[in-house]
């Protein structure tokens, strides 16, 4: 028994020989280089940690090792940006963020976030410092990863000009283009006159972003539009082309008294009301998984006579389907119109509206908040299902919002 015991104590040893051995070999041969080694860009430029605390975990985190650079007052200049407010890029790695920026006289301006520092505007001109501290939580991951923080101190300088550009200076009949208006310090907000339609603008890091819709039939050729914010006065010049849309065949419709009248006085007013704020996100979806029997645009044909033009577009929908929200927003009108139905209206912001017509049960009310795909209501028996993308009162082919192609997709990081 004497020399069992003895024998399992120096095999304990051995291991735990063993094992320290291990430890430490391991513990000697981690270094930096384990640390993460991507770092932020700011302009494109990457910037450079000005001090860190790292713990990076050893034989799966029961050990670990710290890596220690205290931070200076050193500052990595970046130079002068011209008239281009830099866009900060984190790497994968960093789990949340600490910005702090002052201003040229030397006034904190963002302390907050790395999204709070990307959605700042600008007020002056002149050098600009930014501390940014990243972390990683590494000590929650499976398995543990390096645990710790790099800190950036970096000045650089902007001279913002005001001036506005067009997405595209060339539109399709039926498209949206978006005008972004970048260097206003002074506050002002903008304004563009066009022949086109009503624009509505939404703040943006750096400016302005605003919608300019291009209906069906809008003239073809060059269209001058003039843009004013403050002291900005700016001539631009948009191109339309016309587009074939082709034909559908509808059908003829009951003429009831008073429902024209109806259908004015509940959908127009909602042409010049709206959300500032830009609610959507990305491409905006169908209402429904049914085809098309009306594209946008198209001639309508009723018994062999034109019949006007779509101004949305039509789904040969089966009675009783789900109706979903094209995209997320707030319902500014829920309700039976005898013209259209069951209709919903959808804000979704900075003048943008889905219009769905045709619906038999209404599922949501006015002031509700819905989702892209939330459900709104069904398919009536006696209407079609239609789907119209309005900015103001000009109709705009829901296709290209629907394929990502729309201006209103444009920049949507800004």
Not at 180 to 196: F, N
């Amino acid at each position: 028994m004497k020399r069992l015991l003895l024998w399992l104590v120096m095999v304990a040893v051995a291991v735990a020989v063993l094992l320290g051995g291990t430890i430490g070999a391991m513990y000697y041969f981690t270094d930096e280089d384990a640390l993460p080694d991507t770092h932020p860009t700011l302009g494109q430029t990457t910037l450079e940690p000005n001090g860190y605390e790292w713990s990076v975990p050893i034989l799966g985190g029961v050990v670990s090792r710290s890596f220690t650079s205290l931070t200076n007052l050193t500052v990595q200049k970046l130079g002068d940006f011209g008239d281009t407010a830099p866009e900060l890029s984190l790497p994968e790695w960093a789990g949340h963020s600490d910005a702090v920026l002052t201003d040229p006289s030397g006034a904190t301006v963002v302390q907050g976030d790395a999204a709070a520092f990307s959605g700042y505007s600008y007020a002056q001109n002149g050098e600009y410092t930014l501390t940014l501290t990243l972390w990683q939580d590494g000590a929650t991951m499976q398995p543990a990863k390096p645990d710790g923080w790099y800190q950036y101190r970096v000045s650089y300088s902007v001279n913002l000009q005001p001036k506005a550009v067009l997405s595209s200076e060339r539109a399709t009949q039926g498209d949206v283009v978006a005008i972004m208006v970048t260097g206003i310090l002074d506050g002002s907000s903008p304004s563009l006159e066009t022949d086109l339609g009503s624009v509505w603008f939404r703040p943006i890091s750096g400016g302005y972003m605003g919608y300019i819709p291009v209906t069906y039939n809008a003239e073809s050729g060059d269209h001058a539009m003039t843009l004013r914010c403050g002291e900005l006065t700016q001539e631009l010049t948009l191109t339309v082309v016309g587009a074939d849309f082709g034909t559908a065949v509808g059908s003829a419709e009951e003429s009831v008294p008073g429902a024209a009248t109806e259908y004015q006085n509940a959908i127009w007013p909602l042409y010049t009301q709206g959300e500032g704020e830009k609610l959507w996100s990305g491409t905006f979806a169908a209402p429904c998984e049914y085809g098309v029997s009306a594209a946008y645009g198209s001639t309508l044909m009723v018994d062999g006579t034109r019949s006007g033009r779509s101004t949305g577009i039509t789904y040969a929908a089966a009675p009783g389907s789900a109706v979903a929200a094209p995209q997320s927003g707030t319902v500014v009108y829920a309700g039976t119109l005898t013209l259209t139905g069951g209709t919903v209206v959808i804000d979704h912001g900075c003048g943008v509206k889905s219009y769905l017509f045709g619906l038999g049960n209404v599922t949501v009310q006015r002031g509700q908040q819905v989702n892209r795909g939330d459900t709104v209501g069904d398919v009536a028996t006696e209407h079609q299902l239609i789907f119209e993308l309005r900015i103001g009162n000009k109709s705009v082919n829901p296709e290209a919002a629907m394929d990502g192609s729309s201006g209103l997709q444009y920049r949507e990081d800004l």
